[in-house]
């Protein structure tokens, strides 16, 4: 199954109005999460361990396409 692209008011015109129902696969709470998302600054705790983290980039993950 491959993911369907909407933009951000139709979802969330979609999970107002179904999001309550256990067909659908998103709630209203899940898609303002993922709206608002949810990331830090990870660069202290990288400097900290003294680990250089790889890059999310083609070229380290080249080993997916096998």
Known sequence: ?????????RALIMTALFGHFEFFP???????????????????????LRFAPTPFNEASLAYLRS
């Open 26 to 48: 998103i709630t209203r709470d899940q898609l303002t999460i993922l709206l608002e998302g949810n990331t830090g600054n990870s660069a202290p705790i990288f400097a900290r």
């Open 1 to 9: 199954m491959s993911p369907i692209h909407v933009k951000d008011v």
